[in-house]
């Protein structure tokens, strides 16, 4: 069965990348751990919280690739200790957003085993350009 894309208008010029977007969303919306929140902070800020209690800010690790924010967890496995019982997993994790054009990271914050990603949206400058309209002899 075949797809539909979403922008197949033609009205709908060069959103190709809004496309291979929501095909990363769809896919990644299966992942569950770390479990996050999202919350609005502001009238142009967000903050995204992640619980990754046992990472330390070595272990961590925030980037942004084109429009995409990835934070990523490495542990590494302690061999020395013996356990007589593992309940708290040492797993790597990677978690994926796709940010809004425009939307920017102004912070990143370790508390408590809850790591903090504030985003913010500047406010856009209206700006209106005039094309000019060249004549043909």
Known sequence: MTRMPAFNSPFLLGFDHFERALDRISKASTESYPPYNIVQTGPNEL??????AG??????????????????????EETERVFVHR??????F????????????????????LLHVDLERPEPEAAVQRIAIKTVS
């Open 47 to 52: 903050r995204i919280t992640l619980a990754v």
């Open 55 to 76: 990472f330390g800010p070595e272990a961590l690790e925030v980037l942004i690739e084109g429009n995409q924010l990835q934070i990523r967890g490495r542990q590494v």
């Open 87 to 92: 309940g708290i997993a040492t797993r790597q």
């Open 94 to 113: 990677q978690r994926s957003f796709v940010l809004a054009e425009g939307l920017k990271v102004s912070a990143a914050t370790l508390n408590n085993g």
